[in-house]
């Protein structure tokens, strides 16, 4: 499914920058670019949700860079939060190693997640800010904070005990008003479980 999907997003991104299509032209080629990535992103959640149910769900351990890997989802979502007049601060703690043994793509796809929640719950002219931080380390192991604030709608305290589960969003509103499957933070969670750790709200 992903392979013709992704010549879908390719072709149609080459077509918008074509100079024989009038502005309307290039606006639907934009829209088929966009909801094309939406699917993409639907099926990979479906893809992650199913290797984890059916305990197929692996993590890669290799050396990490998460400055480098927290500073490029930074600038993915930038151009997202300026459209939104959104400011968005990071902040990264310089006692932070240069390299960690971790899955960084896994840590990409949670901090992703976050970010990209925060940016979509949060009205125009709000902040949201990411800060990492070194708690501690001893004997070359580190616990790392990443943590995410924003000045967003927020999640009713009733709701908050079940908002890991897969396929649950804050309300029915939310569902209407923000595009989204429910599956990411059930995702971010069993990701975060399995490098032995915790994610709060």
């Given amino acids: 499914i992903r392979t013709p999907l992704n010549a879908i997003i390719g072709f149609s991104e080459l077509l918008s920058y074509r100079s024989e299509l009038d502005t309307q032209g290039k ?7 966009t909801s094309a990535k939406s699917l993409l992103s639907i099926i990979n ?3 992650d949700i199913s290797k984890i149910e059916s305990g197929n769900f692996e993590l890669s351990i ?13 600038e993915l979502f930038s151009k997202k939060a300026n459209e939104k ?50 708690l ?18 927020g999640i009713p305290e009733k709701k908050i005990e079940n908002i890991f589960q ?23 969670k069993h990701i975060i479980d399995s490098l032995k750790s915790k994610i709060n709200i």
């Fill in 27 to 33: 606006k639907q080629a934009s829209i088929i670019q």
């Fill in 136 to 153: 501690r380390e001893i004997n070359n192991k580190c616990t790392v904070r990443f943590e995410v604030i924003d000045t967003g709608i």
């Fill in 85 to 134: 007049h959104l400011k968005l601060i990071f902040n990264l703690d310089n006692k932070m190693p240069s390299c960690v043994l971790t899955d960084g793509t896994r840590i990409r796809q949670v901090l992703s997640n976050l970010i990209n929640n925060a940016i979509k719950f949060t009205p125009s002219h709000g902040n949201i800010n990411v800060n990492i931080t070194v």
């Fill in 166 to 188: 897969p396929f649950i969003q804050v309300d029915h509103r939310a569902n209407k008003e923000f595009e989204g499957t429910g599956l990411g933070l059930s995702i971010c």
């Fill in 62 to 74: 290799e050396e990490t860079d998460i400055y480098l890997i927290s500073e490029n989802v930074i």
């Fill in 45 to 47: 959640d479906i893809l």
